[in-house]
């Protein structure tokens, strides 16, 4: 699994690059914690999903994977995490094999 590069936010007013640390531009300290949260949004609702999992619950893990692939279609764990679940169905979370592997005995 490859890692996502976390999304540049800049500053509306100034257009220099905000830290990420402090949720404000470093130029004109406008406070930038809302465009954070948008930008960051898929990452959230996967961070959410995992923690629905963890409860059992798997129709909000969906709803929440979907909705971090619609706020950033380039979340890939969010895509195969919600791949995973598709092939297992309602039963549950599955291990999924890759081509070649064998069962152990």
């Given at each position: 699994m490859s890692a996502v590069a976390d999304p540049e936010v800049l500053c509306p007013l100034c257009?220099?690059?905000?830290?990420?640390?402090?949720?404000?531009?470093?130029?004109?300290?406008?406070?930038?914690?809302?465009?954070?949260r948008l930008r960051y949004a898929g990452?959230?609702?996967?961070?959410?999903?995992?923690?629905?999992?963890?409860?059992?619950?798997?129709?909000?893990?969906?709803?929440?994977?979907?909705?971090?692939?619609?706020?950033?279609p380039g979340l890939h764990p969010a895509r195969e995490l919600l791949e995973s679940l598709s092939v297992a169905g309602p039963a549950g979370l599955v291990r999924v094999g890759r081509e070649g592997d064998t069962p152990s005995e």
């Open positions: 257009k220099v690059a905000a830290d990420p640390r402090s949720l404000c531009c470093p130029s004109c300290r406008e406070d930038l914690s809302a465009l954070f990452r959230i609702d996967y961070n959410r999903a995992l923690e629905a999992l963890a409860a059992g619950d798997e129709a909000t893990a969906r709803f929440r994977l979907r909705g971090a692939l619609e706020a950033e």
